[in-house]
């Protein structure tokens, strides 16, 4: 910590606004802290350091903010808080040219933890304008000299996610958007060429973005899903613009951010219409699941006979962008049924996306298996949640995978209560020191 001048009256007076104490703030910088990967341990007294005028060390200011800012409603902003000495990470206005700056600052080992401990930001998770001039849909073009490498590296990292887990390759990904790609979208290029770059540039976005998302630095995603969609509307491509927005909506939800969540599946949905039916189908599972969890029971179960039905037209392809695995929207359909209420619906739903899922996709499948063991828990169902528990665990062995260690805490804790039975205490035991 360094010292200021003064007292910090603007925090005290924001303290005041929101109606809360300063253990309460502590309490809510400790719960952002969860969201970039930190583990931070403050409480009343560190908050009374700052307000006497000690100034934190980055990302607390950040961190302030951001939890001020959710809890009063309107955007407060570091300096608003009494930091005046915080870096900004705002880039450019222009899509190509904020791209390039993100990228280079991903590279850069100095100033990388300034992105690493971004924080996820409510007031950023609002629906974007659509392409105003959409390009006509349908695939991209044959592959070129040019873009050749891009169609392979959207084919491998997507496979290295699925596979190994989005702690995997990620610095490779980020090298390969700074060192290729973004000088690729800075050349002169025939119009339909360059579209495709801007289109498979944004898609390669999209996949970093779900790196950093599955690494639990939810701030980095939550900014590199921002410049695909940017990249997506620069290139008049909505059927990419939309599965972006709906994977903002899909981590808006995970956080606990339903008002977001809903607004940005509801935009995704909107320029969906006339994509092909395996993006229509990926969309409307996230609109399911978001208006099942706001109550909305007809909504939900209208948004998910759609996405069944699109899924059903949709032709069965490996290609990423281009299909939808029946094991992600069973996946889906699960939680939209559980925020329902119908549990054996959602556990039905799980056991059909097991048979569905594909060999190579580990995380997704030790994923399932996880949630397959919660339900049944809630169920009552301990020896059978075990069982399924003790399947994510083989699984999670093979990644590197922020969730799936998530997934691991949340399986501890719900255990806890039956320590002292056999088969949660072995798994207990299988995980203890971080096993």
């Given at each position: 910590?360094?010292?200021?001048?003064?007292?910090?009256?603007?925090?005290?007076a924001l303290l005041t606004e929101a109606g809360w104490t300063q253990e309460?703030?502590?309490?809510?910088?400790?719960?952002?802290?969860?969201?970039?990967?930190?583990?931070?341990?403050?409480?009343?007294?560190?908050?009374?350091?700052?307000?006497?005028?000690?100034?934190?060390?980055?990302?607390?200011?950040?961190?302030?903010?951001?939890?001020?800012?959710r809890r009063i409603g309107r955007p407060v902003t570091p300096e608003a808080a009494g930091f005046p000495d915080c870096a900004r990470d705002t880039g450019p206005a222009d899509p190509i040219a904020g791209f390039g700056a993100l990228c280079r600052t991903d590279t850069d080992a100095a100033r990388r933890s300034l992105l690493h401990q971004r924080p996820y930001r409510v007031a950023d998770a609002v629906a974007p304008a659509a392409p105003a001039h959409p390009v006509p849909g349908g695939p991209l073009g044959a592959r070129t000299e040019t873009t050749a490498s891009l169609h392979d590296a959207v084919v491998f990292f997507a496979a290295s996610i699925e596979t190994h887990g989005g702690r995997h390759a990620r610095g490779a990904l980020g090298a390969y958007l700074a060192d290729d790609v973004v000088p690729l979208l800075g050349a002169a290029l025939p119009q339909r060429q360059r579209r495709e770059v801007l289109v498979?540039?944004?898609?390669?976005?999209?996949?970093?973005?779900?790196?950093?998302?599955?690494?639990?630095?939810?701030?980095?995603?939550?900014?590199?899903?921002?410049?695909?969609?940017?990249?997506?509307?620069?290139?008049?491509?909505?059927t990419t613009w939309s599965v972006v927005v709906r994977a903002m909506s899909s981590q808006a939800h995970r956080l606990?951010?339903?008002p977001s969540a809903l607004q940005l599946a509801d935009a995704a949905h909107r320029a969906a219409r006339s994509s092909p039916p395996a993006q229509q189908a990926y969309v409307q599972a996230q609109l399911a699941v978001v208006l099942g969890a706001s109550g909305d029971r007809r909504g939900a179960l209208t948004a998910l006979g759609r996405a069944e039905r699109a899924a059903e037209q949709a032709p069965r392809s490996a290609v990423p962008f281009e299909s939808y695995p029946p094991a992600?929207?069973?996946?889906?359909?699960?939680?939209?049924?559980?925020?329902?209420?119908?549990?054996?619906?959602?556990?039905?739903?799980l056991r059909r996306a097991a048979g569905e899922r594909a060999a190579s996709d580990v995380r997704g499948r030790a994923l399932s298996q996880a949630r397959f063991g919660q339900l049944l828990l809630r169920g009552g169902r301990l020896d059978e949640a075990?069982?399924?528990?003790?399947?994510?665990?083989?699984?999670?062995?093979?990644?590197?995978s922020g969730e799936a260690d998530r997934a691991v805490r949340e399986m501890r804790q719900a255990l806890a209560p039956y320590r002292n039975r056999k088969p949660a205490a072995d798994l207990l035991a299988r995980t203890a020191h971080g096993r």
């Open positions: 910590m360094t010292n200021r001048r003064g007292p910090n009256f603007e925090l005290r309460a703030l502590a309490r809510a910088v400790n719960t952002l802290g969860a969201e970039i990967g930190a583990i931070l341990r403050y409480d009343r007294t560190a908050v009374a350091h700052w307000l006497s005028g000690t100034q934190p060390r980055h990302p607390v200011p950040q961190l302030t903010a951001e939890a001020l800012t498979l540039a944004a898609r390669l976005a999209f996949l970093l973005a779900r790196m950093y998302e599955d690494g639990l630095l939810h701030g980095a995603a939550q900014r590199y899903y921002t410049h695909a969609h940017r990249l997506a509307a620069e290139a008049g491509d909505r606990g951010h339903l992600a929207l069973l996946f889906q359909t699960s939680a939209a049924l559980e925020s329902l209420g119908d549990l054996q619906g959602a556990l039905a739903a075990c069982a399924a528990w003790s399947g994510f665990l083989s699984a999670r062995e093979r990644l590197r």
